[in-house]
């Protein structure tokens, strides 16, 4: 069993920047691909971005390429998304997933085992 805990929400203009971290707790964190997926109101939850355990190869949503970057901290069990020039199409609810041991990144919720409770993001204009 691993716990995650989101953190690093809030309010932020439009072109601003938020980190938001994950921080797992209960197993060590090296051995689960990470991702985090968000959920804007009224809408499906969607893949943002993923790291792989094996070796931390990271993959995009096109919706985020080249703004966000995610990132991992195995030493203290902790990944993080930094989330530049930030849009309001970019407010959601964020959620980080985890899954011990896959044999690839997935970008589907039902690949993943773990999750936190979320985090707000709010993008404003």
């Known amino acids: 069993q691993v716990q995650l805990v989101e953190s690093g929400g809030g309010l932020v203009q439009a072109g601003g920047s938020l980190r938001l971290s994950c921080a797992a707790s209960?197993?060590?964190?090296?051995?689960?691909?990470v991702a985090w997926f968000r959920q804007a109101p009224g809408k499906e939850r969607e893949f943002a971005a993923a790291v792989r355990w094996s070796d931390t190869s990271t993959l995009y949503a096109d919706s985020v390429k080249g703004r966000f970057t995610i990132s991992r901290e195995n030493a203290k069990n902790t990944v993080y998304l930094q989330m530049n020039s930030l849009k309001p199409e970019d407010t959601a609810v964020y959620y980080c997933?985890?899954?011990?041991?896959?044999?690839?990144?997935?970008?589907?919720?039902?690949?993943?085992?773990?999750w936190g409770q979320g985090t707000q993001v709010t993008v404003s204009s």
């Open positions: 209960g197993r060590t964190f090296g051995m689960y691909n």
């Open positions: 997933a985890a899954r011990k041991f896959p044999p690839a990144i997935g970008t589907m919720s039902f690949e993943y085992d773990y």
